[in-house]
Nanobody, 128 residues
Framework: QVQLVDAGGGLVQAGGSLRLSCAAS????????MGWFRQAPGKVRELVAA????????YYTDSVKGRFTISRDGAKNTVYLQMNSLKPEDTAVYYC?????????????????????WGQGTQVTVSS
């Protein structure tokens, strides 16, 4: 079992920055692809960014490209999402997720059903 704890959300003005963290316990994240999802009120949960097991491959949804950066620190068993130039439309609850995979170390996934473990979520609110 992997337990994930999301943190780092808050209220920020448009144009500001936040860094989310996802700390894992129970097992090392080696062997897991990681993703950050978000869900705004009345909307479906969407994948924002994903990173491969070795950190060498990343995916970003179009709306955050150039503004968000996903990274992972194996020594700390933690994944981060650096969010810059935030916009009001980025307001949502953000969830990290982990998926066990035996594919290539560079494999990432945009499919929600490939993620087995989820954090509790952290609220990000961007004011205009």
């Amino acid at each position: 079992q992997v337990q994930l704890v999301d943190a780092g959300g808050g209220l920020v003005q448009a144009g500001g920055s936040l860094r989310l963290s996802c700390a894992a316990s129970g097992r090392t994240l080696t062997g897991y692809i990681m993703g950050w999802f978000r869900q705004a009120p009345g909307k479906v949960r969407e994948l924002v960014a994903a990173i491969s097991k070795n950190g060498g491959n990343t995916y970003y949804t179009d709306s955050v490209k150039g503004r968000f950066t996903i990274s992972r620190d194996g020594a700390k068993n933690t994944v981060y999402l650096q969010m810059n130039s935030l916009k009001p439309e980025d307001t949502a609850v953000y969830y990290c997720a982990a998926g066990r995979t035996y594919y290539s170390d560079y494999y990432t996934s945009t499919r929600r059903n490939e993620y087995d473990y989820w954090g509790q979520g952290t609220q990000v609110t961007v004011s205009s």
